[in-house]
């Protein structure tokens, strides 16, 4: 097992920046992929980016591709950041943490460990 402890978050207005952070205790050597989903309220948790354990490779949506970075700590190896900048509006949701053991992982379902999440509100 996988425990996941997210900070960062909070409130900004619309063209700011936030930045959340992800540390992983526990089982870190099972660890394939770290990723952040958005709950974007539907039932499906809705990919947002994730990096790649073996080679730090990072993935993203194509909504947030450009304005979101995330990096893994140099310092820390298991803790990850997603940088988020020039917000908008529609970024308003929480943001959740979470672990595959697979480097393949795509959707949700790939999944199995998940922080508890952070609001992240953009105000326009």
């Known amino acids: 097992q996988v425990q996941l402890v997210e900070s960062g978050g909070g409130l900004v207005q619309a063209g700011g920046s936030l930045r959340l952070s992800c540390a992983a205790s526990g089982e870190t050597s099972d660890i394939g992929k770290m990723g952040w989903f958005r709950r974007a309220g539907g039932e499906e948790r809705e990919f947002v980016a994730a990096?790649?354990?073996?080679?730090?490779?990072?993935?993203y949506a194509s909504s947030v591709k450009g304005r979101f970075t995330i990096s893994r700590d140099n310092n820390n190896g298991n803790t990850i950041s997603l940088q988020m900048d020039s917000l908008k509006p529609e970024d308003t949701d929480v943001y959740y943490c979470?672990?595959?053991?697979?480097?393949?992982?795509?959707?949700?379902?790939?999944?199995?460990?998940w922080g508890q999440g952070t609001q992240v509100t953009v105000s326009s």
């Open positions: 979470a672990v595959s053991s697979s480097r393949w992982a795509r959707t949700s379902d790939d999944y199995a460990n």
């Open positions: 990096i790649r354990w073996s080679d730090s490779s990072p993935h």
